[in-house]
């Protein structure tokens, strides 16, 4: 009796310790909606996390999809268009009856549709007679800068320029916050735009009429794992609730709260409930570096580059000895290597999503650890190779083993070399780890990302800054082993 009671207790504990996983993609209101569904559950007395700024749509419906998250908010014309790819505007019915084989669910429209659109500076447009996206074929002299998702979605860009007969050829690829600068400074003329971003009306944007009605709704909706119901039954309750009570006005006040007030997307969240709706104060730098989110990106920043430094020296060294001793590989080794540096960090993040099927720490840490090879093995090559003749000689004379000559003479005399390698490896990773933050690994470019969202140069300064000033500190801690190694290494030779 005393162990099935233990038993049950256990299990009790361990479903009252799960967490609903929120996650959302890489612009303002996901993030804001985000924190909307994590608040409700957490009014239920539910334990919920937002992996915020996963990425696009394809990244974010692979972790749903995967079980690393369980539920995110989505459009019903993504949804359609882009994972179902279905024409036209079908129910909320239908697309929950397509989704079920997958194990997922769409449900509780939020009671708003963000459409795409293009836009234009309202003068420009006013200017130039342009009032619909048909006029634009009238102008082939536009510049377009337009998001890359955009760019890429079967509803984006190559049906639009379709559908319209436009002129264009292939848009610069421009950050959506990022995006509103270049148009305020008349670097492009054009660029799209969600129909709910707070930024149109400050940006005196005119947002062209869709007509030839190219676009489909996009309502918000939930689009989630169909288990969530019966693991998470207060949170969903409570989630529900939320069906109908975000109309228009209500989504572009709480993306103005994060975009042009200095809100966090937290407090943006909290107006739905009645949260101040002043504008804050703007955010300080010291503030946000030292935010309370800190400890956390900084522990997940030192795991991602010293978890994959360390499984790089562990296969990078022994690579490198094969190069040097077996001339023959030196060539292969050196080249694979090589092309697998010059691969961009996002097609490599997005190739490894796929074949793992999971988003976050895992496929991050293999990416890094595949780019920091190149330094060790080519470097721990060169100091191998680099050893004079005599030196080699004078170990056969002692009638070392081979084995022997490598431990005790060549890999100590190759340390200094194999250590800069060790270093530069390391510094680059440091770097190259923001970048993980795109494929919710976390660490200090969640900052960098979310400062993109925003256009705020202070968060984006948030993750730039500790990211380089934990590069230094990696840089002078290796230079400062390096020279006490050089004064160890020396004292034993006068010994000698």
Same mark, same amino acid.
């Given at each position: 009796?005393?162990?099935?009671?233990?038993?049950?207790?256990?299990?009790?504990?361990?479903?009252?310790?799960?967490?609903?996983?929120?996650?959302?993609?890489?612009?303002?209101?996901?993030?804001?909606?985000?924190?909307?569904?994590?608040?409700?559950?957490?009014?239920?007395?539910?334990?919920?996390?937002?992996?915020?700024?996963?990425?696009?749509?394809?990244?974010?419906?692979?972790?749903?999809?995967?079980?690393?998250?369980?539920?995110?908010?989505?459009?019903?014309?993504?949804?359609?268009?882009?994972?179902?790819?279905?024409?036209?505007?079908?129910?909320?019915?239908?697309?929950?009856?397509?989704?079920?084989?997958?194990?997922?669910?769409?449900?509780?429209?939020?009671?708003?549709?963000?459409?795409?659109?293009?836009?234009?500076?309202?003068?420009?447009? @006013?200017?130039?007679?342009?009032?619909?996206?048909?006029?634009?074929?009238?102008?082939?002299?536009?510049?377009?800068?337009?998001?890359? !998702?955009?760019?890429?979605?079967?509803?984006?860009?190559?049906?639009?320029?379709?559908?319209?007969?436009?002129?264009?050829?292939?848009?610069?690829?421009?950050?959506?916050?990022?995006?509103?600068?270049?148009?305020?400074?008349?670097?492009?003329?054009?660029?799209?735009?969600?129909?709910?971003? @707070?930024?149109?009306?400050?940006?005196?944007?005119?947002?062209?009429?869709?007509?030839?009605?190219?676009?489909?709704?996009?309502?918000?909706?939930?689009?989630?794992?169909?288990?969530?119901?019966?693991?998470?039954?207060?949170?969903?309750?409570?989630?529900?609730?939320?069906?109908?009570?975000?109309?228009?006005?209500?989504?572009?006040?709480?993306?103005?709260?994060?975009?042009?007030?200095?809100?966090?997307?937290?407090?943006?969240?909290?107006?739905? #409930?009645?949260?101040?709706?002043?504008?804050? @104060?703007?955010?300080?730098?010291?503030?946000?570096?030292?935010?309370?989110?800190?400890?956390?990106?900084?522990?997940?920043?030192?795991?991602?580059?010293?978890?994959?430094?360390?499984?790089?020296?562990?296969?990078?060294?022994?690579?490198?000895?094969?190069?040097?001793?077996?001339?023959?590989?030196?060539?292969?080794?050196?080249?694979?290597?090589?092309?697998?540096?010059?691969?961009?960090?996002?097609?490599?993040?997005?190739?490894?999503?796929?074949?793992?099927?999971?988003?976050?720490?895992?496929?991050?840490?293999?990416?890094?650890?595949?780019?920091?090879?190149?330094?060790?093995?080519?470097?721990?090559?060169?100091?191998? #190779?680099?050893?004079? &003749?005599?030196?080699?000689?004078?170990?056969?004379?002692?009638?070392?083993?081979?084995?022997?000559?490598?431990?005790?003479? !060549?890999?100590?005399?190759?340390?200094?070399?194999?250590?800069?390698?060790?270093?530069?490896?390391?510094?680059?990773?440091?770097?190259?780890?923001?970048?993980?933050?795109?494929?919710?690994?976390?660490?200090?470019?969640?900052?960098?990302?979310?400062?993109?969202?925003?256009?705020?140069?202070?968060?984006?300064?948030?993750?730039?800054?500790?990211?380089? @000033?934990?590069?230094?500190?990696?840089?002078?801690?290796?230079? &400062?082993?390096?020279?006490?190694?050089?004064?160890?290494?020396?004292?034993?030779?006068?010994?000698?």
């Amino acid at each position: 009796m005393r162990l099935a009671a233990a038993l049950l207790l256990a299990g009790a504990l361990g479903a009252q310790a799960e967490t609903l996983r929120v996650g959302s993609k890489r612009f303002t209101e996901s993030y804001v909606l985000g924190e909307v569904l994590v608040q409700a559950a957490r009014r239920a007395g539910a334990q919920a996390e937002h992996r915020q700024g996963l990425g696009n749509t394809g990244i974010v419906y692979a972790a749903l999809k995967a079980g690393e998250i369980d539920l995110y908010p989505e459009y019903t014309g993504t949804i359609a268009r882009e994972v179902l790819k279905l024409e036209g505007n079908p129910a909320l019915a239908e697309i929950d009856r397509r989704l079920a084989a997958e194990g997922l669910g769409v449900a509780v429209p939020l009671g708003f549709n963000n459409s795409y659109a293009l836009a234009l500076g309202e003068e420009h447009a @006013a200017k130039l007679g342009i009032r619909r996206l048909s006029d634009l074929a009238r102008h082939p002299d536009l510049r377009l800068g337009l998001s890359q !998702e955009f760019l890429g979605r079967a509803d984006g860009w190559p049906g639009l320029k379709a559908a319209y007969a436009l002129p264009f050829g292939a848009p610069q690829g421009l950050d959506h916050g990022l995006a509103y600068e270049a148009i305020a400074a008349r670097r492009i003329d054009v660029m799209d735009i969600y129909t709910t971003d @707070a930024k149109i009306e400050r940006y005196a944007l005119r947002a062209l009429e869709d007509d030839r009605k190219y676009f489909p709704r996009y309502d918000a909706v939930l689009l989630y794992r169909r288990d969530v119901a019966k693991r998470f039954p207060a949170a969903w309750q409570q989630i529900r609730k939320l069906e109908g009570r975000i109309d228009e006005a209500r989504m572009i006040r709480m993306n103005a709260a994060a975009e042009l007030h200095g809100r966090s997307f937290t407090e943006a969240a909290a107006l739905l #409930e009645g949260g101040a709706g002043r504008p804050g @104060a703007p955010r300080s730098f010291w503030g946000t570096l030292f935010g309370p989110d800190f400890l956390r990106l900084t522990g997940q920043h030192l795991v991602l580059v010293f978890a994959s430094l360390a499984a790089s020296v562990a296969l990078g060294v022994p690579l490198g000895v094969a190069a040097a001793k077996q001339r023959w590989l030196a060539q292969p080794i050196l080249g694979v290597v090589g092309v697998i540096q010059t691969i961009p960090s996002l097609a490599l993040f997005a190739f490894l999503i796929a074949l793992l099927g999971t988003i976050g720490t895992v496929p991050a840490l293999i990416a890094l650890f595949l780019y920091a090879l190149l330094p060790i093995v080519r470097n721990t090559h060169a100091g191998l #190779e680099g050893i004079g &003749l005599g030196m080699r000689q004078a170990a056969l004379a002692l009638g070392l083993s081979a084995r022997e000559r490598l431990a005790r003479i !060549e890999l100590p005399l190759a340390a200094p070399s194999i250590l800069a390698g060790v270093k530069t490896s390391a510094v680059i990773n440091v770097g190259t780890a923001t970048i993980a933050a795109f494929i919710g690994a976390g660490g200090y470019g969640e900052r960098i990302v979310a400062g993109l969202a925003l256009n705020d140069n202070v968060v984006l300064l948030a993750g730039a800054v500790p990211a380089a @000033a934990l590069a230094l500190l990696v840089q002078g801690a290796f230079e &400062l082993g390096e020279r006490r190694f050089g004064w160890m290494r020396r004292a034993r030779a006068r010994s000698a």
